[in-house]
């Protein structure tokens, strides 16, 4: 029995759990202050935290996905075809690492959002022990998330962008889940998790869930469905959907100048970085774990055959192809 320590507040928490109940793997869901403990047994302190049967723990989500499927048989969530994985993959990276920033961005930049957010979480985290701990741990909490909106992108000069590219990305699915829940097929892929992880975030905070509730009815229904697909069967396709490629157009005009951007920085020695997106600004300090990612997709990218890697690119676009090798 696996055992997962996270947080319904937390977008990687909730991708996890959606995850492992889709693929009917056995496992106890854990939150509150016993997170804490798990936290001490891997190196880096954040969650979700995943305790294997035999003991051992690990987090980082993306690794984990594709540890569970060395592991498990059945019910796989990467797509059989091997463009089409790619695809997915890209996808998945993309929805972890900047769709985390319109969460964060309309969870710490207005007052009505801080409070309730940071409320809730103290709520989420201590199971009682009193209203007057609770919200003075909010505040306390509160105040280091907005005193680290400037680290990680979330500024109110840099939203313009963030927002615009939210908004695409729910556009997107709004045309597309009443026609199919999923990207690849009848069944959902990493990249649906990982957008749902992001997404349900934005579905509970007070101004992006008025704003999806208003303009974005059937996506943010689709988070209820996303939350327990134990009971769905499905197949793969063989060819990715409509949405998915626009996905993939928004990212390349996002995702990819920012990728791009901040390795250049980081190999002429710069602290900060910054480029121009669907209309807007945006500038922030380095990040080296992007580095990696970067490198990833360019290992998984280089590792398709060449037919493979040509039906890739006719999916990914100009920017994405140029930017990992192609």
Not at 167 to 183: G, I, K, P
Not at 214 to 228: G, K, N, Q, S
Request: negative net charge.
């Amino acid at each position: 029995m696996y055992t997962l320590y996270g947080a319904i507040a937390s977008p990687y928490s909730m991708k996890m759990r959606s995850l492992l109940r889709y693929r009917r793997i056995p496992f106890v869901w854990i939150d509150g202050e016993a997170v804490a403990e798990a936290l001490k047994h891997v190196r880096a302190p954040v969650i979700p935290v995943l305790e294997y049967p035999d003991g051992h723990f690990a987090n980082d989500s993306t690794p984990l996905i594709y540890d569970l499927e060395a592991r498990h048989a059945g019910r796989s969530v990467v797509p059989r075809d091997p463009a089409q994985a790619f695809l997915a993959h890209l996808l998945e990276d993309f929805a972890d690492e900047w769709m985390t920033k319109p969460m964060f961005g309309y969870r710490w930049l207005e007052d009505v959002d801080q409070i309730q957010m940071s409320r809730w979480l103290a709520f989420d985290r201590l199971h009682g022990g009193g209203i007057a701990r609770s919200q003075s741990e909010a505040e306390a909490f509160r105040a280091r998330q907005v005193g680290r909106m400037s680290i990680v992108g979330c500024t109110r000069e840099n939203f313009p962008l963030i927002e615009a590219s939210a908004r695409a990305v729910l556009t997107a699915l709004e045309a597309h889940v009443t026609d199919s829940f999923f990207l690849f097929g009848s069944r959902p892929s990493l990249a649906e998790f990982a957008l749902y992880g992001q997404l349900s975030q934005l579905g509970t905070d007070p101004t992006p869930q008025a704003m999806m509730r208003a303009e974005y009815p059937y996506a943010y229904r689709w988070l209820a469905h996303m939350d327990d697909l134990s009971g769905h069967e499905g197949e793969w396709s063989g060819e990715p959907s409509a949405c998915a490629l626009e996905l993939v157009r928004i990212s390349g005009e996002v995702y990819a100048p920012f990728l791009a951007a901040n390795a250049a920085a980081i190999e002429a020695g710069d602290s900060e970085f910054g480029f121009e997106a669907l209309g807007h600004s945006y500038a922030q300090g380095t990040f080296k774990y992007q580095l990696k990612c970067l490198a990833d997709l360019r290992a998984r990218y280089a590792a398709l055959s060449d037919a493979d890697r040509v039906r890739a690119d006719a999916w990914i676009g100009a920017a994405w192809s140029e930017l990992l090798g192609g």
